[in-house]
């Protein structure tokens, strides 16, 4: 089973909609949580982190759920420029600054 | 500012050669962290250095190497390189300073290619 999982898609959905990805962890001991947006043939970069009591960046976001290990991201009001391949990231306790990967979810925003 | 530069952007080897890529992190990071990502798949954890010393490794085999100078730019060196050391290098800077979690920024990467 992978650390972290997620569904790679891809999700194709109009401009204008609304679009959830969800995110589990099998290590109970992960500390902090992270979404990354990684563009096609580009590097990943931070979106937001990921907060216990759930936290909003404009038309984004995020949920931890630490009882499931499970992690979400939402997004509202869907723009062509959000399509890009959204990574699920999980930093354990102990493990430095190592950042441990999901697979990423890809999304396609169309006209 | 620069941002996190690594040279070569692209780069294609035969089987059996060595590699090595190089990073520069951002001025004042101290903590260079090296990632594999292959088509279709999360970057996953090479290496982690942090003042000139090896502090995370992750599960790659022995062919895989790295180092950091005193200016805290890194290596990432590969021996008898295989086909399926294709993929994508990245490199990327944090900031320990600005806290424990403090956030990664990541180069452009390297593109390997193993014929």
Same mark, same amino acid.
Request: proline share 4%; hydrophobic share 30%.
């Given at each position: ?14 401009? #204008? ?9 099998? %290590?109970? +001991? @992960? !500390? ?6 990684? =563009? ?13 009591? #759930? ?9 931890? %759920?630490? +009882? @499931? !290990? ?6 509202? =009001? ?34 | ?115």
């Amino acid at each position: 089973r992978k650390e972290v999982e997620q569904d790679p898609g891809p999700f194709n959905v109009p401009e #204008g909609a609304t679009v959830a990805f969800n995110c589990t962890y099998s %290590n109970s +001991a @992960s !500390q902090s949580f992270f979404w990354y947006r990684q =563009d096609c043939r580009k590097e990943p970069k931070l979106l937001m982190s990921v907060y216990s009591s #759930g936290n909003e960046d404009g038309r984004f976001t995020a949920q931890l %759920n630490r +009882a @499931s !290990q499970y992690i979400s991201l939402l997004i509202r =009001d869907s723009k062509l420029s959000d399509s890009a391949t959204y990574l699920c990231v999980v930093i354990y306790t102990g493990g430095g600054n190592k950042l441990t990967f999901g697979t990423g979810t890809q999304l396609k925003v169309e006209l | 500012d620069a941002g996190v530069t690594q040279s070569p952007t692209h780069l294609i080897k035969t089987r059996g050669q060595h590699v090595t890529l190089r990073c520069s992190p951002i001025s004042g990071h101290k903590s260079v962290s090296w990632y594999q990502q292959v088509l279709g798949q999360g970057p996953q954890f090479i290496f982690q250095y942090y003042e000139k010393e090896e502090r995370g490794r992750g599960n790659f085999p022995d062919r895989f190497s790295a180092r950091q100078f005193p200016n805290y730019s890194s290596e990432l060196n590969v021996n008898a390189l295989l086909l399926g050391d294709s993929a994508l290098y990245l490199c990327a800077s944090s900031d320990p300073g600005q806290g424990f979690l403090a956030e990664a920024f990541f180069g452009q990467g390297t593109r390997l290619t193993v014929v």
